[in-house]
Nanobody
Framework: QVQLVESGGGLVQAGGSLRLSCLASGFIFSVNSMNWYRQTPGKERELVAVISGDRTTNYGDAVKGRFTISRDNAKKTVYLQMNSLKPEDTAVYYC??????????????WGQGTQVIVSS
């Protein structure tokens, strides 16, 4: 079955950096677009970054120029490098993919989330 497992969250001071990882399994990772979202209490989940199978990337306006999404197909892992972090980046960050190629059950899949806290 499809599984997405995030890691790398934590507490960091404003201006610092973190790198999140999402290990994927249960589908043909290399051809699927992978997404990072984030959510804070009381707000809708916000799209942070997208990387397609051909490594085309897109970013939410709030993180452009500070965050970088990348993927290692051999390790079936997608990364989110977060630099120049701000307190408003504090959120739970989720890995996501939709209708993964090769999965037994199509649909939208989410990881369990990893908490990022940026102190001022």
């Amino acid at each position: 079955q499809v599984q997405l497992v995030e890691s790398g969250g934590g507490l960091v001071q404003a201006g610092g950096s973190l790198r999140l990882s999402c290990l994927a399994s249960g589908f043909i990772f290399s051809v699927n677009s992978m997404n990072w979202y984030r959510q804070t209490p009381g707000k809708e989940r916000e799209l942070v970054a997208v990387i397609s199978g051909d490594r085309t990337t897109n970013y939410g306006d709030a993180v452009k120029g500070r965050f970088t999404i990348s993927r290692d197909n051999a390790k079936k892992t997608v990364y989110l490098q977060m630099n120049s972090l701000k307190p408003e980046d504090t959120a739970v960050y989720y890995c996501n993919t939709r209708n993964p190629f090769g999965a037994l059950i199509k649909g939208e899949y989410w990881g369990q989330g990893t908490q990022v806290i940026v102190s001022s």
